[in-house]
């Protein structure tokens, strides 16, 4: 295991919880895979610049590691352990009127969820050969889509560069080699057993073992965010119908990362706020009110570019998916009405 002292100065959650008490009581656990404590920690170690720090390696550990977990998702998610996840995938329950209704600001809306394979380890935890084999069930299943949601599987490995950046860089496809997702073991044998499934328009896409077995996606211009999350709602249960997730009445759905718990789910919007980025302390005031979360456009841990920015719901766990949704659109209005304030 990489020296503890690496998290001197860390300000991740990892660095947080990881107590003397907690450290003596896990050391020497071991999940029926194998796994142990310095494989979920590995990444908050090499990278202290972490907000969380941890990915599990197999369902399991959420258990036997349950005194570092459980303080994490309680402070990310607000979830208490004595609480049950719930799902609702309805469209129709949303509180629904759209934010920018003449597209002012809005340019672009994203929702993904994660899921992971029943009986298979996560990421950080799989053999390639178990890899391999949920991209085979996985693309499958997919590949045999019609209608709407009919498309195609295109394995990363032998990709033309020019095809995949070009992916990248219309924000359909994930990047390569996250340094976070690396020190944690998920991007061995890299780029083998992972790709991209989407339909012809590009609005339903499915993201195979980038951090999750499956990120099931749905996106498209604009902000009829209704409509986006009814294409999601439909594709998550036709996925349902044949592949078994992983999932518990706990945690819900189970995921890498402990922030994806339960809905795994996160909506988002691409929006133009220039007169909040110029006052980032109103602006997080606002985004802290309504659960939401502000990234640079080009993913998770990038810069905003031309006063662009990509809101999203925080919450994914012991809170529905319409919830998820709704805390989005909550807050999008919320700083819509003070972009406009700030005019
Ligand atoms: P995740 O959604 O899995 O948490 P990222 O934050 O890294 O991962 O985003 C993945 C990709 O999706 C990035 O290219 C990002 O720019 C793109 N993206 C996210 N939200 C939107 C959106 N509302 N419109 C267009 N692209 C988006
Ligand atoms: N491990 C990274 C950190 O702690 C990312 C955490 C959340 N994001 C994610 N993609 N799981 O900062």
């Known amino acids: 295991m990489k020296n503890l002292n690496l998290l001197k100065d860390s300000k991740s959650l990892l660095s ?20 142990k404590l310095e494989n979920i920690i590995n990444s908050g170690l090499e990278n202290p610049d972490s907000g969380i720090g941890v990915y599990a390696t197999d369902e399991e550990c959420y258990k036997i590691f349950a005194s570092l977990f459980d303080p994490i998702i309680e402070e990310y998610h607000g979830f208490k352990t004595t609480q049950k996840h719930k799902s609702n995938l309805n ?10 209704p003449k597209g002012e600001f809005i340019i672009s809306t994203r929702i993904r969820v994660g899921r992971n394979l029943k009986n298979f380890p996560l990421g950080a935890g799989i053999s390639k050969s178990q890899r391999d084999e949920t991209e085979q069930k996985i693309s499958e299943t997919l590949n045999s889509f019609e209608g709407e949601l009919g498309g195609k599987y295109y394995p990363l490995e032998g990709m033309g560069e020019s095809d ?10 994930f990047k390569e080699g996250d340094r976070f997702l690396k020190s944690a073991g998920l991007n061995r044998d890299w ?15 499915v993201w195979i073992n980038e951090e999750d077995a499956l990120r099931i996606i749905s996106m498209q211009k604009g902000g009829d965010i209704k409509e986006v999350f009814s294409r999601l709602s439909t594709a ?10 992983a ?16 809905t795994a789910m996160r909506a988002s919007v691409h929006i133009r706020l220039p007169n909040l980025g110029a006052d980032m302390k109103t602006f997080q005031q606002i985004a802290d009110k309504y659960y939401v979360q502000i990234r640079g456009i080009h993913g998770e841990h990038s810069k905003s570019e031309g006063g662009i920015y990509d809101i ?32």
């Open 16 to 35: 947080k919880y990881l107590t003397k008490k907690v450290f003596e009581e896990l050391k020497n656990r071991t999940t029926k895979d194998g796994f």
């Open 247 to 262: 999932y518990n009445d706990h945690l819900g759905y189970i995921t890498s990362c402990p922030t994806n718990l339960g």
């Open 236 to 245: 998550i249960t036709k996925i349902q119908a044949k592949l078994p997730f």
């Open 91 to 100: 469209p129709d329950d949303l509180k629904w009127q759209n934010p920018d």
């Open 164 to 173: 995949k950046n070009l992916l990248i860089k219309e924000h359909f496809l």
């Open 312 to 343: 999203s719901n925080k919450r994914r766990l012991g809170v529905t998916e319409v919830q998820c949704v709704q805390d989005m659109i909550d807050g999008v209005t919320a700083l819509i009405a003070k972009e406009k304030d700030l005019n």
């Open 191 to 205: 780029a083998t057993g992972r790709g991209i499934f989407h339909n012809y328009q590009k609005t339903f896409l």
